[in-house]
């Protein structure tokens, strides 16, 4: 468990794996302005001890990965899928499980459509499929206050929409460390500037990846309705909902959670053994 800076794609992004390099590979992609920190290692472990060779990473703009100056990010999803597959590549893997959180979900998308003989499954956890007609965000944002820590567990506690399961000590602990090991805290808010592109080879539709769909039942910013969507528009996608949960997966549905990816990842090979697309 030792972080790595890879050289991937012209930039650097820091990565760091858990478990058996033999083992089927799961590659975790978070949301925006979410460091690799935000996949808590006590989760990746987990998920390792189930036989899997887990793999979390600094996105561009978060934690010790490349940064651009705030508010001029130099890239498009099209890039951060780019850089996904890159992350493969520098570990020796050709084909892994796909897991994407919330905006990740469109690097998912991309990855599963115009790249799917690199990934074994794809794993959709808090995200949507954007559809006209879903509901809108129930949640307010709280307003900044300049203290990067203090309004990170701000979004945070809203995000996770009065779930009896927030813990507001340990997000506190969480953000702390998440800035502290920050390049710059402020250049995370780039994703929500860049731009987003659709996949080239069409959209959720066109998936052919077997896809898990994991939303909670209290999620704010995504209610579940955007779960269900996302799972009726991927064929044959099976939806897991967790119960108390918001925009978020508390520790205490790790269990399920880690089940349901193990159950879900053990029906599909992933190796090395596949030519990348």
Known sequence: MTETMLH??????????????????????DGAAASMLWWDAALCERIAAGGRFVIRYDQRD??????????????SSTDLARDALGVLDAFGVDRAHVVCRSMSGGIGLILGVDHPRRVATLT???TSTGADGLPPPAVRHPAPTGDAVADTVAVVRAYAGGSPYFDEAATLDLARRDAARAKDIATAANHYAMRFDPPAGGGFGELRVPALVV???????LPLPHGTAVRDAVPGARLVVLPGAGHDLPP????RFTTELLRHTGNHP????VTPS
């Open 8 to 29: 991937v794609n012209g930039v650097e992004l820091c990565a760091e794996t858990f478990g058996d390099p033999a083992d089927p590979a799961v590659l975790l992609i």
């Open 62 to 75: 978060t934690g010790r990965s490349t940064a651009c100056p705030p508010g001029e990010p130099d890239y």
């Open 124 to 126: 959709f956890v808090s």
């Open 215 to 221: 939303h909670g039942d209290m999620d704010p910013l």
């Open 252 to 255: 205490q549905l790790w269990d």
């Open 270 to 273: 992933a190796g090395r053994d």
